[in-house]
């Protein structure tokens, strides 16, 4: 049974990065059945997804953060991080990263991280 | 990109009963790609169904989903305490994948 457990900073300054890490345990990242994504839930909102990465290191990203976001992974630690940068209040969410399935077009989501709350304020 | 909207925002049932959640999609949703999801506070999100009616490994046959094109379905056909949560849907039939605000079920 894989399980991520997200990790970083829980406040994060105006105009500057969100960096958060996601372990992933019982599994190989280097799996190339999946994909590894990132999603968030802004307080009152829906979940909006970010987007994902590849263990070969290929991206694919919500057109809405994409000039702000990037992920990568890091196969040695079994790892995957998001960097957001010039974050603003509005970026202030809980954070999930989550297994995305990666045959054929099934795109949905068969594990999840229990998600990690970061404040945008100084 | 696709607008799930889902209905109701909140459903108060008792348990036993029948519960049916609704997830309308502003255009058709290619190939059934929908999935849904249940959500319990502090717990990560668990899989339920994919592609519009399959069950995921370990989900019990009394959730059931339904639907297709802009409407889809889950029926919970008699609810277990343990079924009282969040219920998202989520469609991965084109990019950017989104998700509806979600359904509350709660306790009556």
């Known amino acids: 049974q894989v399980q991520l457990q997200e990790s970083g900073p829980g406040l994060v300054k105006p105009s500057q990065t969100l960096f958060l890490t996601c372990t992933v345990s019982g599994g190989s990242i280097s799996s190339g059945d999946y994909y590894w994504s990132w999603i968030r839930q802004a307080p009152g909102m829906g979940l909006e997804w970010i987007g994902y990465i590849h263990y070969i290191g290929s991206t694919f990203y919500n057109p809405s953060l994409k000039s702000r976001v990037t992920i990568s992974v890091d196969t040695s630690k079994n790892q995957f991080s998001l960097t957001l940068r010039s974050v603003t209040a509005a970026d202030t969410a809980v954070y999930s990263c989550a297994r995305q399935m990666g045959h054929g077009g099934s795109r949905y989501f068969d594990s999840w991280g229990q998600g990690i709350l970061v404040t945008v304020s100084s | ?108």
Request: proline share 6%.
């Open chain 2, 1 to 108: 990109e696709i607008v799930l909207t889902q209905s109701p925002g909140t459903l108060s049932l008792s348990p036993g009963e029948r519960a049916t959640l609704s997830c309308r999609a502003s255009q058709s949703v290619s190939s059934s790609y929908l999935a849904w999801y249940q959500h319990k506070r502090g717990q990560a999100p668990r899989l339920l169904i994919y592609g519009a009616s399959s069950r995921a490994t370990g989900i019990p046959d009394r959730f059931s989903g339904s639907g297709s094109g802009t409407d889809f379905t889950l029926t919970i056909s008699r609810l277990e305490p343990e079924d009282f949560a969040v219920y998202c849907c989520q469609q991965y039939g084109s990019s950017p994948y989104t998700f509806g605000q979600g359904t509350k079920l709660e306790i009556k």
